[in-house]
C-alpha cells in the first residue's frame, strides 16, 4: 500500500521569504500526487496535482512542485510567501489499492506553515 | 454549483447518542468518501462509495454506517456515540472513469463533532 510522509510538522518563515515543504511518498508504480490547502475552520483546497509529463508543476496562489522520481518526492514551493498563505498543507498520494480493489487517497499527516508579518 | 455541501457544522453529542452527518454533492460525481481529521493525523478515511447502492470500509470504519441510495446524497451515521468519535469529518466527491482514473477529489467544510 502507498504512504506518504511529510517530514516538517510545523514551518514558520517571514512574509517575502521563499517557502519549501517537503512530500515523500512510498508506492511501487507512478503515483498520482496532490497538494492541499486548509485554511483554519475550513475544508481541503486542492493547490495542484502531477499525473504525468512535466514534473514541475503550477497550481494557484503562486505555489509550483516538483516530481523528483528518484527521489520519491514532490515538494511543494513558493518564491514569496504572503501572511494569507499561514493554513495546514497536506501532500497526498492517488493510486490503486489491490486490497481495496479502488482507487485510493492517502494524505499526510500535514504540515502547518505560520508566516511572520 | 454549490459543490459538496455538509450539514450540520457543529454538533455536540452526548455518550450512546446518535446522529447522521448528511453530505450531498451536485457534481454528478460516481466517488464519495467520508474522512475523519484529528489533530496532528492527517486525514484518516472511514468509508467510501464508488456509485448508488455500492459501498466499502475504507481505513477506520468501526462505529459508523453509510448508505447511498442515490448519486448526490452520502450520509454517516454513528449509532452509539463514543468519545474517541470527537473528530472533525469531512465528505468528498470525485469523478473517476475508464479514460480518467485518478482525479481530485473536492471536499465539504466539515462537520466539527464533540461527543461528552
Known amino acids: 500500500a502507498q504512504s506518504v510522509t511529510q517530514p516538517d510538522i510545523h514551518i514558520t518563515v517571514s512574509e517575502g521569504a521563499s517557502l519549501e515543504l517537503r512530500c515523500n511518498y512510498s508506492y511501487g508504480a507512478t503515483p498520482y500526487l496532490f497538494w492541499y490547502v486548509q485554511s483554519p475552520g475550513q475544508g481541503l483546497q486542492l493547490l495542484l496535482k502531477y499525473f504525468s509529463g512535466d514534473t514541475l508543476v503550477q497550481g494557484i496562489k503562486g505555489f509550483e512542485a516538483e516530481f523528483k522520481r528518484s527521489q520519491s518526492s514532490f515538494n511543494l514551493r513558493k518564491p514569496s510567501v504572503h501572511w494569507s498563505d499561514a493554513a495546514e498543507y497536506f501532500c497526498a498520494v492517488g493510486a490503486w489499492d489491490s486490497g481495496a480493489g479502488s482507487y485510493q487517497l492517502t494524505f499526510g499527516k500535514g504540515t502547518k506553515l505560520s508566516v511572520i508579518p | 454549483n454549490a459543490g459538496v455541501t455538509q450539514t450540520p457544522k457543529f454538533r455536540i453529542l452526548k455518550i450512546g447518542q446518535s446522529m447522521t452527518l448528511q453530505c450531498t454533492q451536485d457534481?454528478?460525481?460516481?466517488?464519495m468518501y467520508w474522512y475523519r481529521q484529528d489533530p496532528g493525523m492527517g486525514l484518516k478515511l472511514i468509508y467510501y462509495s464508488v456509485g448508488a447502492g455500492i459501498t466499502d470500509k475504507g481505513e477506520v470504519p468501526n462505529g459508523y454506517n453509510v448508505s447511498r441510495s442515490t448519486t448526490e446524497d452520502f450520509p454517516l451515521r454513528l449509532e452509539l456515540a463514543a468519545p474517541s468519535q470527537t473528530s472533525v469529518y469531512f465528505c468528498a466527491s470525485s469523478y473517476s472513469s475508464f479514460g480518467a482514473p485518478y482525479n481530485e477529489q473536492f471536499f465539504g467544510p466539515g462537520t466539527r463533532l464533540t461527543v461528552l
Open positions: 457534481m454528478n460525481h460516481n466517488y
